[in-house]
């Protein structure tokens, strides 16, 4: 586990309480998008032929955006409770800085600063 205590600075102490809630969110969120990816593959079984297969075909579309979407957050998920797992959660894989106690309580499954997260964000 990553100490963050930093002398002046309580934006970056994360307690031992923080972590636990933060570990248990993130077990939430990864039980969600799994759940979300199996309602995804469950709606993708074949339909009747009532669509019509411009609307079946915007369905699907939908359907592949939303478990891309499902997939990408469910890796950021497992990647940050490998971290925490490690001892390695909350630092900035850019700068190598605390990530702020803020900052992880909203995004818990965040790898970058804010700073480093503004900068990769400009970049695109």
Do not use: W
Request: glycine share 4%; charged share 25%; with cysteine.
């Amino acid at each position: 586990m990553v100490n963050h205590q930093i002398i002046g600075d309580r934006n970056t102490t994360l307690s031992i309480e923080d972590l636990a809630a933060l570990r248990d969110n993130l077990h939430e969120q990864r039980l969600f998008r799994q759940e979300q990816l199996q309602q995804i593959a469950a709606a993708a079984a074949p339909r009747t032929y009532a669509l019509l297969d411009r609307q079946a075909a915007s369905q699907f579309e939908v359907r592949v955006k939303l478990a891309a979407s499902a997939r990408m957050v469910l890796a950021d998920v497992v990647a940050a409770l490998e971290r925490m797992d490690q001892g390695r959660y909350g630092a900035c894989h850019l700068c190598r800085r605390p990530i702020a106690r803020e900052r992880l309580m909203i995004v818990p499954q965040a790898r970058y600063c804010a700073r480093c997260q503004q900068v990769r964000e400009a970049g695109r």
